[in-house]
């Protein structure tokens, strides 16, 4: 399926989504610049996808995949594509895979996750199927103990693993404690996450052959979003043209940003999926124009929509309805998110902001966290795995929660982990 004209996908979602009908209500009947559209509302969004009676999808759903995407235990979010839809993704994905260094006749082992409707391991196995070189595809996954992975791999000589860095630095602690060598190892595609210094002299001492790239940038809600650039730096990706528009749009005024090395926010128009259009959505990512060529952009991290600690997704509205929940009494009066990193492992803060003079804070510091660990179960079992720390509070005042200097709006998530 080639990229379907960007005027046409708009008519096309205005004319079948009750969703994109409602949003574009007031807009001229012949809108077709992305820059006259505005930007979906993730909650909206979300609020109008449901399993049952979407009013976002553009036709009933009768021939698809669906796939679950970021969500909370009581509210799961699903994305759907077509099987046409799912060639062309996998087909792009797969091009882009020459660029982090796939040679004919390699032997990968896809180490990501499957199963439960997430979409990552077949994700890749697909799009190393679709590949332009030939290859040959060890569909491991990431629920396998290393202790029968890394027998697997030397037996197949794997030369490249496929997984999240979690998953790979798993994998290469055991490597390095059980003393076992996999020479045939010469290339590490990593996603998911970012990946942190600490992480890379880790898998330099497992896999002191290979070398540690991105297999590129992608999600299952938001689609194609880049295509890895060959260099050093692996935050640096280039827009899926012409399968995807990505946008960088101010912090403060929204408006798209032109000029290299001025940060914003991941926005993304995907041409080719028409049952449940993604036209300007937010990916939940900041990231800056480089200028070193065409829509080549670097990944700086996670927007306020959402916040990734290690293996675990968060949403800022995560946060917020746990506050909500434990938080009777309404002492809480600001909530921020800041994800920090020591001791080789990333961790989540809840900073919170009260009035002065207020009690039981340690009650509802507990409260809150078991909360947000119900409704994230995969925190308190990446804990518990050893993968990240646990959560906790920081307790403030208003005036000390970070704010935009631009235009003094609360910052929801910080990030203060150091990047590569």
């Not at 990229?3 to 708009?10: E, G, H, M, R, V």
């Not at 210094?197 to 991105?214: H, I, N, V, W, Y």
Request: hydrophobic share 40%; proline share 7%; aromatic share 8%.
């Amino acid at each position: 399926m080639s990229a379907q004209q960007l005027s046409d996908l708009i008519r096309f979602a205005r004319h079948n989504s009750p969703f994109y009908q409602a949003l574009y209500a007031s807009l001229p009947p012949l809108t077709d610049r992305l820059t006259d559209l505005p930007v979906v509302d993730q909650q909206a969004f979300w609020a109008a996808n449901t399993p049952h009676d979407s009013r976002v999808l553009t036709g009933p759903l009768s021939e698809a995949t669906v796939y679950k995407t970021g969500g909370t235990t009581g509210s799961p979010k699903f994305s759907v594509y077509t099987r046409e839809e799912w060639r062309t993704f996998v087909t792009a994905f797969g091009q882009g895979l020459v660029d982090t260094g796939l040679r004919p006749g390699h032997r990968v082992a896809d180490l990501f996750y499957a199963g439960e409707l997430y979409a990552s391991f077949l994700f890749v196995l697909d799009s190393l199927a679709h590949a332009p070189v030939d290859n040959v595809r060890l569909p491991v996954g990431g629920g396998a103990p290393p202790e029968s992975t890394i027998p697997t791999l030397r037996d197949l000589a794997a030369q490249v693993l496929a997984g999240t860095p979690t998953t790979l630095c798993r994998l290469a602690e055991q490597v390095v404690s059980s003393g076992v060598r996999l020479d045939a190892v010469e290339l590490l595609l990593f996603g998911g996450e970012a990946l942190f210094d600490d992480q890379r002299r880790l898998l330099a001492a497992a896999f002191p052959r290979a070398e540690a790239r991105s297999v590129g940038y992608a999600s299952v809600d938001a689609g194609l979003l880049g295509r890895p650039v060959p260099g050093s730096d692996a935050r640096v990706h280039r827009a899926f043209t012409p399968y995807s528009v990505v946008e960088i749009l101010d912090d403060a005024t929204g408006e798209p940003v032109t000029e290299p090395g001025r940060p914003g926010r991941v926005v993304v128009t995907s041409l080719f999926r028409r049952l449940m259009p993604i036209i300007r959505y937010p990916a939940g990512d900041r990231a800056e124009w480089t200028g070193t060529g065409p829509g080549y952009f670097r990944i700086l991290g996670r927007a306020e929509e959402g916040v990734r600690v290690g293996p675990v997704s968060l949403y800022t509205q995560d946060a917020q309805d746990a506050v909500a929940a434990a938080d009777t009494a309404g002492q809480v009066v600001g909530v921020q998110l800041v994800v920090r990193r020591w001791d080789g492992r990333d961790g989540l803060v809840l900073r919170l902001a009260t009035a002065p003079g207020e009690h039981g804070r340690e009650e509802l510091a507990k409260a809150v966290v078991t909360e947000l660990e119900n409704a994230r179960p995969l925190y308190p079992d990446s804990v518990r795995a050893g993968f990240v720390h646990p959560l906790s509070v920081e307790w403030v005042r208003h005036r000390d929660l970070a704010v935009n200097p631009r235009s003094g709006k609360l910052v929801r998530v910080l990030d203060e982990r150091p990047t590569a």
